[in-house]
């Protein structure tokens, strides 16, 4: 159901994803995970909240064109789900998969008009739980254009955030 709207550069709708995130998550009592892009409206904070407390959220703050820019150089191998990227990780030959040799394609989903489309409306959706976090003290944010001058401190804070859980734990 998530692929058919995603096929069309559209936000997966609040009622689909909570429900599989909820379903997952569940399964998962009394262990520590890591959510990567959810919750992004405040429904999905909301149903959150009624099954834990968040206890960190991280912010990446990366300019507009950047973003667009990146997703906009990803192309991938649809047999496999490869993915490259034609600055960070790009083919040994342009537009062909290194393990196969089958042509790769850039999805849709990854055209710059579509990505700009797709994160002008994330933004509209996220601003809402971004201050929701804020306003509860657990939100860190973090600036920047380049992933190894973001990560040393987003490391750092999730090194300091894990290592007393785990501590407690051993106990």
């Given at each position: 159901m998530a692929k058919q709207y995603i096929e069309r550069s559209l936000l997966v709708p609040d009622h689909v994803i909570t429900r599989l995130m909820m379903s997952e998550l569940e399964n998962r009592r009394g262990q520590h995970w890591l959510l990567d892009g959810f919750p992004r409206t405040l429904g999905?904070?909301?149903?959150?909240?009624?099954?834990?407390?968040?206890?960190?959220?991280?912010?990446?703050?990366?300019?507009?064109?950047?973003?667009?820019?990146?997703?906009?150089?990803?192309w991938i191998h649809p047999p496999s789900g490869r993915v490259y990227n034609l600055d960070f990780n790009p083919p040994h030959v342009h537009g062909i998969d290194d393990v196969t040799g089958e042509p790769l394609v850039q999805q849709e989903d990854d055209k710059p008009e579509a990505v700009a489309a797709r994160l002008r409306q994330y933004k509209d959706v996220a601003k809402p739980v971004i201050e929701l976090y804020k306003s509860r003290g657990v939100l860190h944010q973090f600036s920047g254009t380049e992933t190894n001058k973001i990560w040393p401190y987003v490391y750092t804070l999730f090194s300091n955030k894990i290592t007393p859980i785990q501590s407690k734990e051993a106990y």
């Open positions: 999905q904070a909301e149903a959150l909240d009624k099954i834990c407390e968040v206890d960190l959220v991280i912010s990446l703050n990366i300019p507009f064109e950047t973003l667009k820019d990146r997703l906009s150089r990803r």
